[in-house]
């Protein structure tokens, strides 16, 4: 079973910095893709950032120029560093990643718990 594992969530001031992590756990072949998803109340769950296994990058229009996200293959960790944060960006957010579990199995999403991200006007 695949288990991710995030953290660093919280409360911040608008401008302020936040850094999430995320760690996967468990038994599997391979982790392709690993992202970050986010979900304010009332709204649809949506992408922030995502990064292939190569390092190739993609974010939101709303987060460009103030995320960055990273990850560790090694570690099979992620990272996303949250910069000039603003009340629009408060929402719950979701580590993502696109799992191989075995050499024979699909390829399939699992997602951690979800950490709060709180930006105070």
């Known amino acids: 079973q695949v288990q991710l594992v995030e953290s660093g969530g919280g409360w911040v001031q608008a401008g302020g910095s936040l850094r999430l992590s995320c760690a996967a756990s468990g038994r599997f072949a391979s982790i392709n893709a690993m992202g970050w998803y986010r979900q304010a109340p009332g709204k649809e769950r949506e992408l922030v950032s995502v990064?292939?296994?190569?390092?190739?990058?993609n974010y939101a229009d709303s987060v460009k120029g103030r995320f960055t996200i990273s990850r560790d293959n090694a570690k099979n960790t992620v990272l996303l560093q949250m910069n000039s944060l603003k009340p629009e960006d408060t929402a719950v957010y979701y580590c993502?990643?696109?799992?191989?579990?075995?050499?024979?199995?699909?390829?399939?999403?699992?997602w951690g718990q979800g950490t709060q991200v709180t930006v105070s006007a």
């Open positions: 990064v292939s296994t190569t390092g190739m990058t």
């Open positions: 993502n990643a696109d799992v191989r579990a075995s050499s024979l199995s699909f390829i399939r999403p699992y």
